[in-house]
């Protein structure tokens, strides 16, 4: 008998197998659109990221572990109030001025995701990639993230900020 690419050649189906095709493509579907939702759940959420003003950048320097950063009378840090991303050859922090002498330094990754946090509203640092809020002390105001920011201890003199 010769091959042939005739659909009448081809034998028919049981109607096992035809609902059984049938059971495996609804699940497929079912498990697709299952996925959709989930892939889609950050962005759908209300927990999406907003229109947060992103944090300016200042430049900190590392040395042996301790980051020092000047903080003089242009830097966003000046006043009480302010925040920035300080930035230093191995990584970023979140730095805010609490009052007068203090300032709370804070990891600057988003503990949902690990995306780089570079807003700031409201008081609230804001990760760009699902809308993760985060007080100046690092506690989560609002998921996804459901874990605080690791937070580091400060100190201030002469208008140097060290973060260890």
């Known amino acids: 008998m010769a091959l042939s690419t005739d659909e009448t050649d081809r034998p028919a189906r049981t109607r096992r197998e035809f609902f059984t095709n049938s059971f495996h493509m609804a699940s497929l579907a079912a498990f697709g659109a299952t996925l959709g939702s989930f892939l889609s759940a950050c962005a ?11 944090l ?5 320097s590392v040395s042996n572990g301790i980051v020092t950063v000047s903080v003089d009378s242009s830097s966003p840090l000046n006043s009480v109030g302010g925040a920035a991303l300080v930035q ?5 922090l979140l730095v805010a001025r609490t009052s007068q002498n203090a300032f709370t330094a804070l990891s600057s990754t988003c503990t949902h995701q690990t995306c780089t946090i570079t807003g700031f509203g409201s008081n609230v640092y804001v990760c760009p990639c699902h809308g993760s809020q985060f007080s100046t002390s690092g506690q989560v105001v609002m998921g996804p993230a459901a874990a605080p920011l690791h937070q580091f201890t400060t100190s201030f003199s002469n208008n140097v900020l060290t973060i260890s």
């Not at 759908?44 to 003003?53: F, I, L, Q, V, W």
């Not at 230093?88 to 970023?92: E, I, K, N, R």
Request: net charge neutral.
């Open 44 to 54: 759908s959420s209300p927990t999406s990221p907003s229109n947060a003003a992103s």
């Open 56 to 60: 300016p950048v200042v430049n900190g």
């Open 88 to 92: 230093y050859s191995t990584g970023a």
